[in-house]
């Protein structure tokens, strides 16, 4: 096929290297000029994806028209953000037989919208998959076995978008479960900058572990409330990314949230970074559905309190401890019982 890699990040670098692996003409678009030159003459991305030879069939431009007119797959790789802006940006050129892959994980602000809701709005006439699960793009990019799932409303478009991204290194499920999928990739930032809060407080395994399992609870809750089937949350783009996420060295969010627990404020530790660290906005919106759909989600409350209201991170740890005792699981098991 020929295909293009919109947003020269270091997930959209990676996924250009896993679609050369099988398609010969692919295109990187690269929204500054001075990196796309760069690119272009090193063949690396020096600045998000360093050490990653690409591949010398690769071509590289900054001219939108030129990465998007007559392509039959549009992979788009941008910050969750800017989805709606880019849309906007390369639609006068998509064909109309354009199969989109959406692979930003996030909410859109202000709306709330999952980034399908988002690019179905601006693009209504085209085809749209999504791409989840627990990737790193410096493990992707250097051919390190990996695998994720991709979904769509139309059964016919997640397999073509299985079969566009599928390679010996990269493996693609499907997941009929849109909703699923996309609240799973997103919500697990949230709890990963918890995760990170733990661990820049000294804290130890135990109590990871209670906050990955608990925070898994929260995005099933929530998913429940919103018609994700929960089985989705304990597959790849559920407990896959959250376990990744939450562990990784490469985390942007959980990297973000040990720098919290070690006393640095959200202003100072965003100002130093090249890289957008999608669990803050993902945390206010998430914050605002728990509200909507008067969902309880104590752990994300909290990671909002600290990012937007200046509790401190003990504090809010000890508030999560001392709240009112409860049941593991019961409104899941319930549903459950109903559903079977």
């Known amino acids: 096929m ?24 692919v295109m990187l678009w690269v929204r500054r000029e001075e990196l796309c030159d760069s690119i272009r003459e090193s063949r690396e991305n020096t600045v998000y994806l360093p050490g990653v030879r690409l591949p010398a069939h690769l071509r ?14 549009l992979v788009l790789a941008v910050p969750s953000h800017a989805v709606r802006r880019t849309a906007c940006l390369i639609k006068p050129w998509i064909g109309p037989e354009t199969m989109i892959v959406n692979c930003a994980k996030g909410l859109e ?25 627990p990737n790193h793009a410096e493990e992707v990019g250097r051919r390190i076995p990996s695998a994720s799932v991709v979904s769509s409303l139309d059964r016919q478009v997640a397999e073509a978008a299985q079969d566009l991204l599928m390679t010996p290194f990269f493996r693609v499920y499907t997941n ?15 709890i990963a900058v918890g995760a990170g809060i733990s661990d820049g407080l000294g804290f130890g395994d135990n109590t990871k572990a209670a906050l990955m399992t608990r925070g898994l609870v929260e995005i099933a809750r929530l998913g429940l409330r919103l018609g994700a089937d929960p089985l989705t949350f304990v597959g790849l783009s559920g407990i896959g990314d ?9 985390s942007r969010n959980r990297n973000f949230g040990y720098s919290l627990g070690t006393g640095k404020t959200p202003g100072e530790i965003l100002a130093g970074l090249q890289v957008v660290v999608e669990g803050v906005r993902t945390t206010q919106a998430a914050w605002e559905l728990a509200r909507q759909h008067n969902t309880e989600m104590p752990i994300t409350g909290e990671i909002y309190q ?4 200046g509790k401190a991170p003990q504090a809010a740890v000890e508030s999560l401890m001392l709240r009112s005792r409860t049941h593991e699981l019961e409104e899941i098991v319930q549903y459950l019982r109903k559903t079977w």
């Open 2 to 25: 020929r295909v293009a890699v919109i947003g020269a990040g270091g997930w959209g670098t990676a996924l250009a290297t896993v679609l050369s692996s099988g398609h010969q003409d």
């Open 60 to 73: 590289v431009t900054s001219d939108p028209e030129e990465a998007v007119l007559g392509r039959e797959a």
């Open 109 to 133: 602000e202000g709306s709330r919208f999952r980034l399908s809701e988002v690019l179905r709005a601006e693009l209504p006439r085209h085809k749209i998959a999504v791409l989840s699960g």
């Open 176 to 190: 009929p479960d849109l909703t699923g999928v996309e609240l799973g990739g997103a919500l697990k930032n949230v």
């Open 242 to 250: 959250l376990v990744v996420t939450c562990t990784s060295r490469h």
């Open 306 to 309: 600290v990012l937007f209201a």
